[in-house]
């Protein structure tokens, strides 16, 4: 379509001409057929996908329903006998990062509390309400959890607007008034750690791994977890996941770096 819009606009500037004329009427006609069959081509595509969709969800909600049928004493137990997870995941709340689907937990395996950008804030009991801390607390001291993973992922939505709002590009979030922005201040240590240290193109991705490191730093703040951890019933884990790729890196304590799991 660009291509005719140019070719118009060339015999245009040749003037009025029989021939020049019926050149153009051809030029518009065949930019409208092509309009029509580009449109035509859109709403074909989009009910495919639709379609697909349409497919997938069913697909899903069979899987579900064959794995529930198959598996009811499970369930049943899980229902009567209540909770036994051996971890607590902390992730993202970002609906791409499907913490049992990296793992292939079943229910029950994992308890799972996710917020933005999968941050722990640091041990501060001052009256108020805070709900990672509550989650926290409760994993450790009532299901007794033996392992408690820090979850990050790659293009993390609540990392750039952290990364943004450090940069002075994100004046909203500066405002005393924005939940998010206020979140993420427990990430500006992060920001602190890898600002001179990283290129453009390396920030969003480092600083992500920083919440993973922040978050693991301020969980030995909490005297539960850092008692549980010095008595060998509860071990720590950070754990960073490329979206795009399907990978998933580990961070070694001894290296100081995330490895290739």
Partial sequence: LQKFAMFSELFSSF??????NTLGIIICKCRQKLRLIAIKFYNLLTL????????????????CFCCFSQNQAWYKRLATEGQRPRAMIISCCDSRVH???IFGAEQGEFFIHRNIANLVPPYSPDGSQHGTSAAVEYAVTALNVSQLIILGHSNCGGV???????????????????????????????????KDHSSEEEMAQNLE?????TSLTNLMTFPFVEKAVENGSLSLHGLWTDIGEGSLEAFDPATQRFKPV
């Fill in 209 to 213: 791994k920083q919440a993973v490191l």
């Fill in 99 to 101: 913490a049992t689907s």
């Fill in 48 to 63: 495919f996908r639709t379609f697909e969709c349409f497919i997938d969800s069913r697909l899903r909600n069979t899987l």
């Fill in 160 to 194: 750039k607007g952290c990364l943004d709002m450090c940069r002075g590009h994100a004046p909203q979030l500066e405002e005393k008034t924005s939940f998010v922005g206020r979140w993420m201040d427990i990430l500006r240590p992060g920001y602190e750690a890898i």
């Fill in 15 to 20: 003037g009025d001409t029989p021939i020049i």
